[in-house]
Nanobody, 124 residues
Framework: QVQLVESGGGLVQAGDSLRLSCAAS????????MGWFRQAPGKEREFVAA????????NYGDSVKGRFTISRDNAKNTVYLQMNSLKFEDTAVYFC?????????????????WGQGTQVTVSS
């Protein structure tokens, strides 16, 4: 089992950057692929980004491609989400998640463990 704690959210202006962190504890971090999802009020949870166990492979949701970057540091048991050129529509609660799966990382149902979320608010 693994516990996940997100941090780094906040209130920013459109065009600004923000970096989210997700610290993991428990089982060996490199055993898990990691993902970021977000959920805005009244909307379904949306896939943002995912990264493979060793960080070799990444993929992104269409709405964030070219603006967001996911990375991980297995020595620090932490996954990051660098968010650049933020837009009003990026406003949401951002969750990190962990899965032992190797595929279907864009689906929230693939993930076994979730953090509590961190709020990102982008003012226009």
């Amino acid at each position: 089992q693994v516990q996940l704690v997100e941090s780094g959210g906040g209130l920013v202006q459109a065009g600004d950057s923000l970096r989210l962190s997700c610290a993991a504890s428990g089982r060996t971090f490199s055993y898990y692929a990691m993902g970021w999802f977000r959920q805005a009020p009244g909307k379904e949870r949306e896939f943002v980004a995912a990264i493979s166990r060793l960080g070799v492979t990444t993929n992104y949701g269409d709405s964030v491609k070219g603006r967001f970057t996911i990375s991980r540091d297995n020595a620090k048991n932490t996954v990051y989400l660098q968010m650049n050129s933020l837009k009003f529509e990026d406003t949401a609660v951002y969750f990190c998640a962990a899965t032992p799966r190797l595929t279907y990382l864009v689906a929230s149902t693939s993930y076994d463990y979730w953090g509590q979320g961190t709020q990102v608010t982008v003012s226009s």
